[in-house]
């Protein structure tokens, strides 16, 4: 549906011809091809400007974004090498769980062979900031299209890190507010992995997160040069190697890490700040360790 | 002015910026609940994901049997206008529906290979019966959707439970048609090769294989296609739907073209609802431009559902024989649902 896309590369393992032909009936301008199977993944690749990876399986309740790192590391590692080798300067967008590991594990692989570009890897946390905007504007009763709220951290539990201080259009809290805020926002997924009862974790409203992700993207790429996201990228704002953080993008990817962000915090923040930062240290280094670990495919 | 695919639906419309950037003053835009039967579903669930980015919805009801309290956690998170509250099990249908004013209707069993719409006619007309039912009871002047197949019956169907129950208007019973028109002009643009944006095409009679007539006589831009294209992208429009079951193999029809084709139609009528002038679009309704009581054609839609019903207009040799073939299997479709509506 989005204007800005001219051709939609599908891929997966399984059924994608079915959702092509679906998709491809909409009397949108993009072309919609399918590519089935890991013989195709290399052509599904070429010529891409943007590669979205929602791949893996979803948590099940009781399991944390952690659980899945099993299997969707190994998923990650082989698209992201794939990328490598056929669309290297596109920009990557991992949604892929849990984004906290499965993006260092995307730079280890793109290190390792030689292709990395840390302006062009995102992690994407748009789902927070969405979800941080509607409960900010459900509680405050505010006009929800106008509610921004910066989160930053990492992408699961307490390193998700909203900076309700920080909120557009101004606006303040009561102490008791700002911790059951901060706790919906970081438990937002697990409400969802609750609610469906084993039949999944969110998926339309990442869809539409991700959508939204992808089309922020593409205005850069356009040229726009008033595009700002959160997203976990490689960051020099703290002492971890990655940090999710508002940034400016341009057709370059991250054109600026916008650390205005992490001045003034208030106390509540700088402690979520310090306690989230050990967690989010451990799982970028599972990921990073499991790559290292094993050879990249030639 | 940033371009947005949430634009997209915004048939027609004066253009807006993305609307996840700008404000809307709440005054301008009135109070619309908007409920879904079968939102957990194939086409339910991404019917409902557009339908709660679509800003002209303030109350969004989300019904099926099961899965719907996970259904509505998951897009109650989406920073968009409206309110979502889930319903599951027939005990609560009545509060889903209660103040709709639009009900859109994708419930129901989906088409595996080789099974005609007519052959989900058993299932699907118990579940569009009891439906409608609560309608009738509790949100009587709402505007239907009809997606549920066959639509060449459910809707005649319909009729006749909102008839028992003495609140049947017809200016506000709809069977969805947009996907065919979707298809058309898709199909349209990419043949004619025309910007598929520009395209307009109408699509007539009714909503299974061949009783699907597109007029590409009256289609713009006019491209002037040889016979033999007009022949094959009539036939691709009518099996466009059977199209995608055999490409599913098995999984299932179209559900996401469908899901955008129910939103961009529930779209028109929020906007005829809202005093929006010349929302045009085709749809199944009751009709007197043929001699069937049902037909589709293009309709105006205004504060109380159909405000006009278009008549056919000039149709090519080609279209008029389509018109008669098709004549006598949509009235058998339609005599089917009335029959079955009454026998219980």
Do not use: W
């Not at chain 1, 948590?59 to 990328?83: C, H, Q, W, Y």
């Not at chain 1, 405050?140 to 900076?163: E, F, M, Y």
């Not at chain 2, 048939?11 to 005054?27: C, K």
């Not at chain 2, 060449?152 to 028109?181: M, Q, R």
């Amino acid at each position: 549906m989005s204007p800005l896309v001219s051709t939609l590369h599908l891929y997966d393992i399984a059924n994608v011809k079915g959702v092509a032909a679906d998709l491809s009936h909409c009397n949108t301008p993009s072309q919609v091809v399918d590519f089935t199977g890991t013989s195709e993944l290399a052509s599904s690749l070429k010529g891409v400007d943007v590669v979205v990876i929602p791949a893996g399986v979803p948590r099940k309740p009781g399991m944390t974004r952690d659980d899945l790192f099993n299997i969707n590391a190994n998923i990650v590692k082989s698209l992201v090498e794939a990328v490598a080798d056929n669309c290297p300067e596109a920009f990557i967008h991992m949604i892929s769980n849990p984004v906290n590991s499965t993006v260092p594990i995307a730079a280890e692989v793109l290190k390792q062979k030689g292709v990395y570009d840390p302006k062009k890897l995102f992690g994407v946390t748009t789902l927070d900031v969405v979800r941080a905007n509607t409960f900010v504007a459900q509680k405050k009763n505010l006009k929800l299209i106008d509610v921004d709220v910066p989160v930053v951290g990492g992408h699961a539990g307490i390193t998700i890190l909203p900076l309700l201080s920080k909120t557009r259009p101004s606006v303040s809290f009561t102490d008791e507010e700002i911790q059951e805020l901060t706790v919906r926002i970081q438990n937002a997924g697990t409400e969802v992995v609750e609610a469906k009862a084993g039949a999944g974790s969110a998926t339309l409203s990442m869809a539409y997160a991700a959508a939204r992700f992808v089309e922020s993207s593409l205005r850069a790429l356009d040229g726009d040069g008033d595009v700002y996201e959160c997203s976990y990228v490689q960051s020099d704002l703290t002492d971890l190697p990655f940090f999710a953080s508002r940034v400016k993008l341009s057709n370059k990817g991250v054109e600026a890490l916008i650390s205005s962000d992490l001045q003034g915090l208030t106390e509540y923040e700088q402690k979520a700040l310090d306690a989230l930062k050990p967690e989010l240290k451990a799982s970028i280094e599972k990921g990073v360790t499991f790559v290292q670990k094993q050879a990249v495919a030639a | 002015m940033r371009s947005s695919m949430f634009q997209l639906l915004r048939s027609g419309s004066a253009s807006r910026a993305s609307l996840l950037r700008r404000g809307y003053s709440s005054g301008a835009v009135p109070e619309r609940k908007v409920a879904v039967l079968g939102a957990a579903g194939g086409i339910g669930q991404p019917l409902s994901l557009l339908m709660k980015l679509n800003p002209l919805v303030s109350k969004l009801a989300l019904y099926d049997i099961a899965g719907t309290p996970g259904v509505a956690a998951d897009v109650s998170h989406i920073n968009t206008r409206s309110e979502i509250a889930g319903y599951a099990g027939e005990d609560q249908l009545g509060q889903a529906l209660e103040g709709s004013d639009v009900v859109i209707i994708p419930a129901g069993v989906p088409r595996k290979p080789g099974m005609t719409r007519d052959d989900l006619f058993n299932i699907n007309a118990g579940i569009v019966k009891s439906l409608c039912t609560a309608i009738a009871k509790y949100c009587p002047n709402a505007l239907v959707n009809m997606i549920s197949n066959p639509v060449n019956s459910t809707v005649p169907i319909a009729a006749e439970v909102f008839k028992k129950a003495g609140t049947y208007d017809e200016k506000k019973l709809f069977g969805v048609t947009t996907l065919d028109v979707v298809r058309a002009k898709t199909f349209y643009a990419g043949k004619a090769k025309v910007p598929v944006e520009e395209v307009n095409v109408p699509v007539v009679g009714g909503h299974a294989g061949i009783t699907i007539l597109p007029l590409f006589s009256q289609a713009t831009p006019k491209a002037n296609l040889p016979d033999e294209d007009i022949k094959a992208l009539t036939k691709r429009t009518q099996d466009g739907g059977t199209e995608v079951v055999e490409a599913k193999a098995g999984k299932g029809s179209a559900t996401l073209s469908m899901a955008y084709a129910g939103a961009l139609f529930a779209d028109a009528c929020l906007k005829g609802l809202n005093g929006v002038p010349d929302v045009v679009e085709c749809s199944f309704v009751q009709s007197s431009i043929t001699e069937l009581p049902f037909f589709a054609s293009k309709v105006k839609l205004g504060k109380n559902g159909v405000d006009e019903v278009f008549g056919l207009g000039p149709l090519s040799d080609y279209e008029k024989q389509g018109l008669e073939s098709l004549i006598p299997e949509l009235k058998a479709s339609i005599e089917k649902g009335i029959k079955f509506a009454n026998q219980s």
